[in-house]
Structure formats: C-alpha cells, structure tokens
C-alpha cells in the first residue's frame, strides 16, 4: 500500500526554467509533509517542509505547495541549475494508523535531470 | 550529511552470519530513525528510538532485526543469520525532538551486501 506516490520516475528540465516535482498522498493523517534531495552515495538531504496548516512555504529558490483537499503537494525550484540534478524523495508523517510521527513515508522518488 | 554518521560505509558478509551497523545522531539529537533502501525503490521506515527506549518498530521485520539505543554510544542495527534479500542501503537519521516539526537528519548510510 504505497501512501505517498511521486508518479514520475524522472524530468528533464533546462537551466534556469522552473522545476516542478508532484507527491500525492492517500492518508488524510498525514499532516507534515518534507522534502528531500538524494545524491548517489550519499544519504537524503533536507530541503524544505510544511504544516498542514500551511498551504505554501517558501526558502530561496524552493517553494513547496500544500493541496489538502487533493492530498496533493508540489515543490517548485526556481532558477533551476545544473548542480540541482539528484533524486528528490516527498515524505509524509502524521498520527496515522497508531505509529508514531517519528515515522517517515517516503514516495518513490524523482530523478530531475537540469541541463545547461 | 555532516553530523549523523554512519559506520561502516560498505559491509559485506556471507549468508548466516551476524551484520552490526553503526549510528551516532547528530550532537544534540536524542531521537534516532533507520531506514532501509531497497534497489529502485524509496526508503521505508524501519524503528524509532530515544534513548534506552525503542518508540516504534512498526517497520522492523519480525525476526532476526533488532535495534538499540543505549544511554551512551552509538545506536546498533543489529540482523542476524542475513539472508540475500537483507541486501540494502541502511540509513539512520536524527532528530532533536520527535519528528513532526523538526526534519529528520540523514547520514550518508551503510551499504550490505550478502555474498
């Protein structure tokens, strides 16, 4: 039971256009919700994260956007740059189904590829 | 990743044997997560632990998978008699308080590989 779904595999974009990276999620207990980034060898990197009481949080070039009606959540990088390339993992917590908010669920991850 | 470490890097062990790894949280955490990644796919949840207390081990395989986080030293994966299939990235992560509004930290992980 996948609850935090990023339905595409990769996306290519070109240096200085806007990246947009889509998580949904099926559990409506979820209420904190994370991005990560991911180079290969190495372990996930905090990027930003928002409440759910937010719909929108914003640090530097990453803004992240909070559907609660959809279950449906979006990170947006502008300028994209080439160092910006990795796997970038969306992850939910919440009081869902008794476990504890120290649980992490993470989508399958998106590989963004930015080119010069 | 600075700051949550992780040793070894890489272990390699035969089918049956005993594999330990390695977690120090970052200088000020008490809270303490792993994670397992398998190939092609995102990390999954495996325990959390404060120290000398396991809070949630919901995604900790029933058998041969324990964990601990003992009032000094680091916190130990511990997987007896592995199979192939416990080959895997392992990854610990930190927090200060628990995890719900504070990001959890991440080291660079151990990579197992069962010959």
């Known amino acids: ?116 | 990743n600075a700051g949550v470490m992780q040793n070894p890097r890489h272990l390699v062990r035969r089918r049956g044997q005993e594999a330990r790894l390695r977690c120090s949280p970052m200088k000020g955490h008490s809270h303490v997560y792993w994670y397992r990644q398998l190939p092609e796919e995102g990390l999954k949840f495996m325990v959390y632990l404060q120290k000398e207390n396991i809070i949630d081990e919901s995604g900790m395989p029933k058998e041969r998978f324990s964990a601990e986080f003992p009032k000094e030293g680091p916190s130990i994966l511990r997987i007896q008699q592995v199979v192939r299939g416990d080959s895997a990235a392992y990854f610990c992560a930190s927090s200060e308080i628990q995890g719900r509004v504070q990001p959890q930290h991440f080291g660079d992980g151990t990579r197992l590989s069962i010959l």
């Open chain 1, 1 to 116: 039971d996948q609850q935090v779904k990023q339905n595409s595999p990769s996306l290519s974009v070109q240096e200085g256009r806007i990246s947009i990276l889509n998580c949904d999620y099926t559990n409506s207990m979820f209420d904190y919700f994370l991005w990560y980034k991911k180079y290969p060898a190495e372990g996930p990197t905090f990027l930003i994260s928002i409440s759910s009481i937010k719909d929108k949080n914003e640090d530097g070039r990453f803004t992240v956007f909070l559907n609660k009606s959809a279950k449906h959540l979006s990170l947006h990088i502008v300028p994209s740059q080439p160092g910006d390339s990795a796997v970038y993992f969306c992850a939910a917590s919440g009081n869902a189904g008794g476990t504890s908010y120290g649980k992490l669920t993470f989508g399958q991850g998106t590989i963004l590829t930015v080119h010069p």
